[in-house]
């Protein structure tokens, strides 16, 4: 992982994005296409949202590894 990543930081951009696909779900709900492609979209931020909670448990993991081999 690279040291300049910021976990709290890709969270809210990935909560961004959530709510920007989701407004364009609601507001192009009459376009299939929209629709359609936006699902899509929330499908893919989904598993955004997963892969930054699974980096937040290594790094809490490490953490913790790190602070246990100090004592």
Known sequence: ???????????QLIGRL??????????GISVPAVDRYAFRVLASVKIL?????DMEEQQQSA????SEGVM
């Open 18 to 27: 959530r709510e920007t696909a989701e407004e364009l779900r609601r507001r």
């Open 49 to 53: 949202e997963i892969n930054c909670c």
């Open 1 to 11: 992982m690279q040291k300049d990543c910021h976990i709290s930081t890709l969270q």
């Open 63 to 66: 953490l913790e590894t790190g």
